[in-house]
């Protein structure tokens, strides 16, 4: 079985979050779930759910994941010794991208993706900022040179989307597929070959 650490921060985009998560809970995946409080706050105001109830209702769902408290420092996932599959932060803050690219662990989900990079594991960020400017930038940059999977959520036209889902599927089905998922989610590019 797969197990994965999912980070929600505080910036616009929950429902990236959201559909990752019932994406990974229908393959029976181990989840280990870490939100932010503003990325708490951010999701009840973007999806307009309880946070205490969508959490509920995950867990009548798959009983395979575990909410970590932000502060808890002492949770498995913050240690080098905790093996897993990867780990996605998604929607992804600026000031958490920022905080990873300065090696400052001051929260679990830092700590957890400062151990996804010094043990070379599979980390992905979600940034959900525009325009990026020279800071976010740099940031991203030397996350990408420590082989972070850096994945915006910018829509490819070609799949020719109808709806916020059609959008949203696409984002998630490359994230699936950087985690080696595979999925249908999006259609993939035929050239006429």
């Known amino acids: 079985m797969k197990k994965y650490i999912v ?101 679990l989900i830092i700590r957890a993706g400062d151990v996804m990079i010094k043990e070379k594991r599979k980390l992905i960020v979600v940034p959900r900022e525009t325009p990026f400017n020279s800071i976010h930038l740099k940031n991203m940059l030397i996350l990408s040179e420590l082989n972070v999977n850096i994945i915006p959520p910018m829509p490819a036209f070609y799949q020719k989307p109808k709806t916020i889902d059609d959008i949203v599927n696409g984002t998630v089905g490359r994230i699936l597929e950087c985690l080696g998922i595979e999925n249908e989610l999006y259609y993939h590019w035929q050239s006429g070959i």
């Open 7 to 107: 980070g929600i921060t505080g910036a616009s985009g929950s429902i990236y979050g959201v559909r990752l998560l019932e994406e990974l809970i229908k393959r029976e995946c181990e989840i280990y779930l870490i939100v932010t409080d503003n990325g708490k706050k951010v999701l009840e105001y973007e999806m307009e759910y309880d946070f205490n109830q969508w959490i509920e209702n995950l867990n009548t769902k798959n009983s395979k994941i575990k909410i970590c408290n932000i502060n808890n420092m002492f949770s498995a996932v913050a240690s080098g010794s905790f093996k897993t599959d990867g780990m996605i932060i998604v929607p992804c803050s600026m000031s958490t991208i920022a905080k990873l690219s300065g090696g400052i662990s001051d929260s």
